[in-house]
Nanobody, 120 residues
Framework: QVQLVESGGGLVQPGGSLTLSCTAS????????MGWYRQAPGKERELVAR???????DYADSVKGRFTISRDYDKRTIYLQMNNLAPEETAVYYC??????????????WGQGTQVTVSS
């Protein structure tokens, strides 16, 4: 079993910054891709950013140039630095990871989510 624990959400003013973190634990042999998704009320969950085991990153067009995803491989942790946040980015942000268990079965896991509210 794989657990993803997110932290760093909260209330921030428009134009402000926030950093999210997510740490994976459990019966993990390797993690291929870790990333962040978000889901606003009444909308579908969407990709925000992700990073592969090789360090390749992928961003939603709407966040390019403002958000930065990084990964600490030893700590099995990813970070999402979010700058110049806008009210429409208010959402629950979910951590996601894909990899292999110690018995080499694959896993595809989600965190519980952390609320980000952008409001004055």
């Amino acid at each position: 079993q794989v657990q993803l624990v997110e932290s760093g959400g909260g209330l921030v003013q428009p134009g402000g910054s926030l950093t999210l973190s997510c740490t994976a634990s459990g019966s993990i042999f390797s993690i291929d891709t870790m990333g962040w998704y978000r889901q606003a009320p009444g909308k579908e969950r969407e990709l925000v950013a992700r990073v592969t085991s090789h360090g390749t990153t992928d961003y939603a067009d709407s966040v390019k140039g403002r958000f930065t995803i990084s990964r600490d491989y030893d700590k099995r942790t990813i970070y999402l630095q979010m700058n110049n946040l806008a009210p429409e980015e208010t959402a629950v942000y979910y951590c996601h990871a894909v990899g292999s268990h110690t018995d080499f079965r694959s896993f595809d896991s989600w965190g519980q989510g952390t609320q980000v509210t952008v409001s004055s």
